[in-house]
């Protein structure tokens, strides 16, 4: 047997509570998500509180339409994230079984879906408030990479969205019927702890860059750059990390084991990949942009 790592005895739950004859669980999952909108909220609240990292030394907008923004933000997240799962990766599905279309508890989210959905939701607030979009999108993209590092720790500790098998030293043992259902290995198979690269590369890392770029090199100045980093670096990490990731099962078949979207002759991309390549052309277009002339 390969050197390897055995998943720790981690609970998806923090805490179940008794409540009029039912229980309430706080999972991890959900504790992720809770605050990592509140960082990212003061993140964004600190940013207006020094005006001169803005342009002409001026926020975009008010502390007060920090919290309404919030609101849009939450709901393009729930709301996108999991109409792009149906979309993106199980349309014929959810064709014959509408109803679980409103089923969130049951799990089912695509990132892009929820980045389209906030920047629905960021366009839509912008003009209600009449404010700039663009530079409501920099202050999200800087505040985002600590939800995405939340979020995936919170995934590794739920045992989902493993990587594919490896014989690396610090392939990780998942429990569960499906993470040992690996036909080539012989024993207990160890896989790619893909989530916490997903953590290191989306969450800790870029978010560190456009930190740095916001409160060291003034990003926020020249409107767009921001944006179009976070947009280039998710596009990267998630690009690479789906060499390791397990694949998506829908894809799967006897002629496509990697799970490939579109492939020719034993290779191609999978949907992850296809999703992100939109992301590179937009950050070129924002940086581009961005370095104008005013």
Not at 39 to 49: D, E, P, Q, S
Not at 120 to 130: E, L, M, N, P, Y
Not at 140 to 156: W, Y
């Amino acid at each position: 047997m390969q050197a390897a790592i055995q998943f720790p005895d981690l609970s998806p739950e923090i805490f179940t509570l008794p409540i009029f004859g039912m229980e309430f669980a706080l999972r991890w999952y959900a504790m992720a998500y809770i605050v990592g909108i509140v960082i990212g909220w003061r993140l964004v609240v600190a940013t207006l509180r020094r005006p001169h990292l803005w342009k002409n030394d001026t926020p975009v907008m008010r502390e007060s339409q920090v919290e309404d923004l919030l609101t849009w933000v939450v709901l393009g997240v729930i709301l996108g994230g999991r109409l792009g799962y149906v979309l993106f990766y199980k349309p014929a599905y959810f064709v014959q079984n509408p109803a679980e279309i409103l089923m969130l508890w049951q799990g089912g989210m695509s990132f892009h879906g929820g980045l389209l959905g906030v920047i629905i939701a960021c366009v839509g607030f912008s003009w209600r408030q009449r404010i700039a979009w663009l530079s409501v999108a920099d202050v999200l993209c800087m505040a985002t990479p600590v939800g995405l590092l939340l979020g995936r720790i919170a995934n590794f500790i739920n045992a989902e969205l493993w990587g594919r098998p490896t014989d690396l030293p610090w392939g990780v043992i998942f429990p569960g019927e499906m993470a040992q259902y690996c036909p080539d290995v012989v024993g207990a198979c160890a896989r790619h702890p893909s989530q916490l690269y997903e953590a290191l590369l989306e969450g800790l890392i870029l978010g560190a860059v456009l930190l740095w770029l916001v409160f060291r090199k003034g990003a926020l100045k020249r409107v767009g750059t921001v944006t179009g980093v976070f947009f280039a670096g998710y596009g990267l990490a998630r690009f690479l990390v789906e060499f390791v990731r397990q694949p998506d099962a829908q894809f799967v078949s006897e002629g496509n084991p990697l799970g490939l979207a579109l492939h020719v002759g034993g290779y191609g991309l999978t949907m992850g990949q296809i999703l992100s390549l939109p992301m590179f052309a937009l950050a070129a277009y924002l940086v581009i942009r961005a370095r104008r002339p005013a």
